[in-house]
């Protein structure tokens, strides 16, 4: 360490766009900080005043909705703020701190190349904790469109022409449809709920992250993997419960086999029996016959190669359905 050099501690700040994110007033400016890797995170909402902006500062959130009496309701975000911190000093010259940044003259080139390192190290610390904190947002929001790119199923750049095929003349132009897919809101309750799984470092469940790939796939009219993908998170979810449910002490070999058994017997006979009375009488006439169905269905894509049992409108009931199931089961245990 030169004589005329510092220790200074390092943090970053980078600005990541953000697609599908709708918050109420009362999220608006808030912050998330939670523990990542080695790092402390900080990812901050804009402020209210920074919403729709003039031309000499970049757009980070603009007005949706407001009330009767004019007021905003609902805000889109367009960006947010990421700020990484490590425990981490490097020592630079004082002078450093007092002119414009990148100051070669003033920086050797080994430590030049040292805060290229710590840059990149940064950079994959925020993209990684970006990616995190989306994923539980989604998850608690239960909306799989935040910031994942959306494309409707055969949906073309032109409308449809009719011409007369003998004389090449356009007779008929189809209407033009436009569909709104109006974002979920953030309220603030959700932002507090996120926050806590963050700062428990808490991962997304497979069986959520499972049933949003469904509800993608459906959106975009890939019917057989969404039928898959409910499957899946069905199967996850049934046999983490049941599982859950079993005695510490059990015998090793015994879960072993429990693990192993067929799926449908975890729809009939092991999740009915992991809950109470009146609740499991309630499952069996609501949603075991739909879970049978649903498993059907995935067996008569997946093994029979039929593609055909795979429809939009199915998809669509069987996502409500595991809604109401993930929603009934676990408050319906012994």
């Known amino acids: 360490m030169h004589p005329s050099d510092v220790n200074i501690k390092l943090r970053s700040w980078n600005r990541y766009v953000i697609d599908g994110l709708a918050v109420c007033p009362e999220v ?4 998330h900080l939670f523990p ?6 900080e990812i901050q909402l804009p402020a209210c005043k920074e919403v729709d902006r003039d031309n000499r500062h970049d757009q980070v959130a603009g007005v949706t909705s407001w009330s009767a009496d004019g007021q905003p309701i609902k805000y889109e975000i367009y960006k947010v703020d990421v700020i990484v911190r490590l425990k981490q000093c490097i020592p630079l010259p004082a002078k450093v701190l007092d002119v ?13 190349r040292e805060l ?7 950079g994959r610390l925020a993209e990684s904790a970006i990616e995190y904190w989306l994923s539980v947002l989604r998850w608690k929001t239960d909306d799989y ?4 790119p959306y494309f409707a199923s055969g949906q073309g750049d ?29 309220t603030h309750d959700e932002w507090l709920d996120t926050e806590t799984h963050l700062t428990h470092k808490n991962s997304v469940p497979i069986y959520i992250s499972l049933k949003h790939d469904a509800a993608k796939f459906l959106a975009i009219g890939d019917y057989r993997r969404s039928i898959i993908d409910l499957a899946v998170s069905c199967e996850t979810f ?3 419960t049941v599982l859950g449910t079993l005695p510490a002490q059990l015998n090793p070999a015994l879960r072993s ?5 067929n799926i449908n017997r975890f729809v009939t006979n092991f999740l009915p029996s992991a809950l109470k009375n009146d609740a499991a009488e309630l499952y069996k006439k609501q949603l075991q016959p739909e879970l049978v169905l649903l498993f059907k269905t995935r067996n008569k894509v997946m093994h029979q190669a039929n593609n055909i049992a795979a429809n939009a409108e199915d998809c669509a009931g069987f996502l409500g359905v595991l809604n109401k199931l993930f929603t009934f089961v676990p408050s319906n245990l012994k």
């Open 238 to 240: 049934l046999r983490n």
């Open 100 to 112: 414009t940044a990148n100051a070669f003259e003033l920086i050797s080139e080994q430590q030049q």
């Open 158 to 186: 032109w409308n449809v022409r009719l011409f007369d095929d003998t004389s090449q003349k356009k007779v008929w132009v189809q209407s033009s449809t436009a569909h709104a897919g109006g974002f979920h809101r953030v």
């Open 116 to 122: 290229e390192d710590i840059s990149k190290e940064h």
């Open 36 to 41: 990542f890797d080695r790092a402390e995170i």
């Open 28 to 31: 608006m400016g808030m912050r």
């Open 257 to 261: 086999f429990i693990e192993e058994v």
């Open 145 to 148: 469109r935040i910031s994942r």
